[in-house]
Structures are given as C-alpha cells and as structure tokens.
C-alpha cells in the first residue's frame, strides 16, 4: 500500500468511526430525552405546575382510582416508581390537567381497581421531567403533592359515578371475552 493508500484508508476509517460515535451519541441523547411518544411530548417543569386530578376515596384514604395501590397524603410529596435518575417511563407518571373540569371528565380505564368508590376532585402541585399531550390537555408527571380537596357537586359526583360504572361494566363484558380494548387516554 502506498503512503497516498493508506491516507485514504485512514480517512475513510475515521470518517466511519466518527459516524458510529455520533449514532452512539444520539441513542443516548434519545434516552436522556424522550421523543414524542404518541403524542405526549417531554417537558421539564421546574417550576411547580398546578394540576387536578380526581382520585378515590378508600377508607378514608387518598387512593389512586386506576392502580388501587399509590396513595396520595396532603402536603407529602408522592413520587413516581422508576424514572428517578432521568426521565420516567410514561406508565410511571401520574395523570393530571389544568382545568377542573376535565379532571371531572376523565374516563377511567375499564381495568381500574376503584371504580365502584366515591370520587375526590384533587388539587396538586407537580414537578420534574413530564410529559405533555397537547391533543388532550393532559399531563404526565413524575412528581405530585396534593396540596387541598375541592368539593364537588352532587350533580358532577353521580356523572364522575356514571362514568366509573360504565367503565366497570365494559371491564365485566371484557372479561366474558369481548374483544381487545383500544389504548386508554383520560379525555
């Protein structure tokens, strides 16, 4: 090989090298911050964000409507399961709106675990690396405090009620081998 060969090579070699290492980079850069998933796109509040939420309430606790298990406590901050070291996992985040009201349309997922128990309007505060979906108005955060209890009217309380039902008996039609249910948003 000659000495203009071998430049060549080098050339050619390196420009692969640093090709790979600028695919590497964006892999990471991709895990650092998320894309937008199906809508929801990535934004990092650092400052607290007022949000709502409606929640279940079970023997006098603060019970998350949908996993029957993330307690909320007034004033104490609840945190996501994973994500701690960067941006959590969607299905880690907890939902929330900026508007009463659409906290009071939700839809629960048929599969919920407290569709059946009384519902509270929550208001919170919620920071950290989160998510936004601009179509629906909902967010996804990783950190929320609840911060007081709105009351509810009779009236919102039987529809938030009407609706859970509803969700329960498409769960029990589910369940008798009805067909695959479509991805849930709460809107």
């Given at each position: 090989?000659?000495?203009?060969?071998?430049?060549?090579?080098?050339?050619?070699?390196?420009?692969?090298?640093?090709?790979?290492?600028?695919?590497?980079?964006?892999?990471?850069?991709?895990?650092l911050?998320?894309?937008?998933?199906?809508?929801?796109?990535?934004?990092?509040?650092?400052?607290?964000?007022t949000?709502?939420?409606?929640?279940?309430?079970?023997?006098?606790?603060?019970?998350s409507?949908?996993?029957?298990?993330?307690?909320?406590?007034?004033?104490?901050?609840?945190?996501?399961?994973a994500?701690?070291?960067?941006?959590?996992?969607?299905?880690?985040?907890?939902?929330?709106?900026?508007?009463?009201?659409?906290?009071?349309?939700a839809?629960?997922?048929?599969?919920?675990?407290?569709?059946?128990?009384?519902?509270?309007?929550?208001?919170?505060?919620?920071?950290?690396?989160?998510?936004f979906?601009?179509?629906?108005?909902?967010?996804?955060?990783p950190?929320?405090?609840p911060?007081?209890?709105?009351?509810?009217?009779?009236?919102?309380a039987?529809?938030?009620?009407?609706?859970?039902?509803?969700?329960?008996?498409?769960?029990?039609?589910?369940?008798?081998?009805?067909?695959?249910?479509?991805?849930?948003?709460?809107?």
């Amino acid at each position: 090989m000659s000495i203009k060969d071998t430049q060549e090579w080098y050339k050619h070699e390196r420009a692969k090298v640093l090709r790979k290492a600028q695919e590497s980079k964006a892999r990471v850069w991709n895990l650092l911050v998320p894309g937008d998933q199906d809508g929801w796109t990535a934004v990092e509040l650092q400052q607290p964000l007022t949000l709502f939420k409606v929640v279940s309430s079970v023997k006098g606790d603060l019970v998350s409507t949908y996993d029957g298990v993330t307690q909320y406590e007034l004033g104490r901050w609840t945190r996501a399961k994973a994500g701690a070291a960067g941006w959590p996992p969607l299905d880690a985040c907890f939902y929330g709106t900026q508007v009463e009201s659409k906290a009071l349309s939700a839809r629960f997922p048929p599969n919920s675990k407290h569709l059946d128990s009384p519902k509270v309007l929550m208001k919170m505060e919620a920071y950290g690396k989160s998510y936004f979906h601009a179509d629906s108005g909902w967010w996804r955060v990783p950190n929320v405090r609840p911060i007081s209890l709105l009351p509810i009217t009779r009236e919102q309380a039987a529809e938030v009620m009407q609706r859970a039902s509803q969700a329960a008996a498409a769960a029990a039609a589910a369940a008798e081998g009805a067909s695959a249910r479509s991805p849930w948003l709460p809107c």
